[in-house]
């Protein structure tokens, strides 16, 4: 498929995708979900969608600090000024409230001037902050209008506040939408808490299903022919070949997207095990671990990479491992090595290994313990999962539990894979 330059040259319409009441309900109660998740760490919120009334001191029972966090990470992902959190955010602690003074403030803001604020994991584990200007997205919004032609509506499987679901699922809808009759943003459907075997029965043709690659592997296991004209994305980790093969050869056009919080979308493919292809707008940097972005105000900026990329020619390439050691679970980018050293840290442990588990063994982290001398392992055994639970997300927690006298090593003192206990 060509794709015409979005380069400097190329001016796209800004993106004043929070006149969609539907898209901006769907970023602030998924960004207030997955922050409170974090303050309680165990105690998961009730599921999206939230009632509009919800209050977040009455209905939650959210503290005077747990609001501030909440306000604070609304207020530092949507760029919000003059004192929003405090004025108006604190004074209503109600979903509603907050969404309209969102709203009022994004509104004063100048057109095309503003930025959003996408955290992920930090190569030590802790949140990273990755900043991109609205008229960045806007402008590879552009382009993947071009590569799915035809959508009428969009049914999403990931939340709205990480940068792939804010790009296809917030962005993109209000960009198809500008040309749609009556100047609606395109229809979006939470397809969330639905089971992936109920995909078949809720497609139709036009619509594009945005999942991670998890998603779309239960999907392929379950999931009868696609009708025509349907359309899949995915993106936050590699799609396997197998689950990319399988969705083909049931009818589906599977496009798989290659990015990152810190970059964004960088290349894009529809066929399986083919190179990648870089988005117009980016092109190779001398610097093997850069790339270089041409921005819509006609600056140029470089971008490091976390993966190392294999190079087919100028524009085509295939990611060839993590730069940075992280693994994905369930979509979410994670650290074993920094779960290992929260595991380290209960008093009854010496240390700990942290892998993601072989293909064959399932798709969570596993972890191989040393108790300390004179440990109860048996209770150690016990106890020590629901102990991590209340440090870790849910992607971190280990699933699996191994312990023994040493860390497993090979012969050269290299950490060694271990074989999960039954």
Request: net charge neutral; glycine share 10%; with cysteine.
């Amino acid at each position: 498929m060509s794709l015409r330059d979005h380069s400097a040259s190329s001016r796209p319409r800004h993106g004043a995708w929070w006149t969609d009441d539907g898209a901006l309900r769907r970023v602030v109660t998924d960004l207030l979900a997955h922050e409170l998740a974090a303050l309680r760490p165990g105690r998961p919120p009730p599921p999206a969608p939230w009632p509009p009334d919800l209050g977040f001191a009455r209905d939650l029972g959210a503290d005077s600090l747990e609001l501030m966090g909440l306000g604070t990470a609304l207020a530092e992902a949507l760029h919000l000024h003059g004192g929003s959190v405090d004025a108006h955010l604190l004074a209503r602690p109600r979903l509603a409230d907050w969404i309209a003074s969102a709203r009022a403030d994004l509104e004063a803001a100048a057109a095309g001037a503003g930025a959003l604020t996408f955290r992920t994991s930090g190569s030590a584990g802790s949140p990273k902050r990755c900043t991109h200007a609205l008229a960045a997205l806007t402008q590879e919004v552009a382009v993947l209008a071009e590569l799915l032609p035809g959508r009428r509506r969009i049914l999403c499987a990931v939340p709205a506040h990480h940068i792939y679901g804010f790009l296809f699922t917030v962005l993109l809808p209000w960009y198809l939408g500008l040309d749609a009759d009556g100047g609606g943003a395109v229809d979006v459907v939470d397809v969330r808490r639905a089971s992936p075997a109920a995909l078949g029965g809720l497609v139709g043709p036009g619509d594009l299903v945005v999942a991670h690659p998890g998603w779309w592997a239960a999907v392929a296991r379950v999931a009868g022919a696609f009708g025509p004209d349907v359309v899949g994305v995915t993106s936050t980790a590699p799609c396997p070949d197998d689950v990319a093969a399988s969705l083909a050869a049931a009818g589906l056009r599977l496009v798989q997207v290659y990015g990152s919080s810190e970059t964004a979308g960088v290349g894009w493919r529809d066929a399986v095990g083919a190179p990648f292809t870089l988005l117009p707008y980016w092109r190779r940097a001398d610097d093997p671990g850069t790339l270089v972005r041409a921005l819509p105000d006609g600056t140029t900026r470089n971008y490091p990479l976390q993966d190392k990329l294999d190079w087919r020619d100028a524009d085509r390439f295939v990611p060839a491992g993590r730069l940075d050691a992280a693994v994905q679970v369930g979509g979410t980018n994670v650290f074993p090595a920094y779960v290992a050293e929260v595991l380290a840290m209960h008093p009854q442990v010496e240390a700990a290994a942290v892998r993601l588990m072989r293909p064959d063994e399932g798709a969570r982290l596993k972890a191989y313990v040393v108790a300390r001398p004179g440990a109860d392992v048996g209770a150690l055994r016990a106890g020590l999962p629901d102990w991590a639970a209340q440090r870790l997300t849910t992607a971190e927690r280990p699933v699996a539990w191994t312990f023994g006298p040493r860390l497993p090593r090979q012969a050269s003192g290299k950490p060694a894979d271990w074989i999960i206990d039954a």
